[in-house]
């Protein structure tokens, strides 16, 4: 996927990754970009910085998300590039309110499942189309003071899995972006990334240079920490020692809060 030319829409593009991206693929030469996100104020000035488009979507709701690309497709013309990048960061165990399981599967699991209603089958009928879904390597390997966190994003690893199974023989390609701790509001708060970030903290530039590669090679994996594809490996070989590991980087943490 060449970028240039390009009209891309970036969920949860007000800040972080998602602003990253909207600049990255600016600077790319995309034809239009598109930012989208509750955060009105950060979403206007990220948009105005990369000449593109802002439009509020919560894409906890199917009608918004369907809102975004009817409008995207009337106003600028089909989408070729669609980042479902928003998403939470709060720890807590087993016994969190539902309420807060409920918010974590809204954002990070259906909503990549409104996106791909909305986008895919037209990508499919003009057979072609990128879609990026942003994840976390907590869904490779998991988050061991986040089970909401953990679970979900190991979901929306598995969706977009069978999405591209679906998809690919129609020429629309799917990568998963998975990275460990990235410079953004996210892991600023105090009970941020500390685990996130044994391999280093990364800066949200950084990782869309690894995103506009990956998109180049049509790869599934977007691992802007390379580090987590050995973790994948060794899990995979030997889950029980792996588990146990991870059991003591828990008691090192402490809790989940």
Known sequence: MNIKGRIAVITGGASGIGAALARRFHAEGARAVVVADVQTGPLEAVAAEVGGLAIRCDVAKEAEIDALVSRVEAELGPIDIFCSNAGIARLGDEDVPNEEWQLNWDIHVMAHVYAVRAVAPRMAARGEGYLVHTASAAGLLSHI??????????????????????YRDRGVRVSVLAPQAVRTPMTARPDGAEVAAVDG?????????????????????????PEVRDYMQRKAADV???????????VRAGPAR
């Open 240 to 250: 029980d020692r792996w588990l146990e590991g991870m059991n003591r980087w828990r």
């Open 201 to 225: 903290m990364i800066e949200p530039e950084q990782l869309a240079e690894c995103v506009v590669q990956t998109m180049a090679r049509e790869e599934f994996l977007i691992l802007p920490h």
């Open 145 to 166: 003071q986040s089970a909401t966190y953990s679970v979900t994003k190991h979901a929306a690893v598995a969706f977009a899995e069978w999405v591209s199974i679906k």
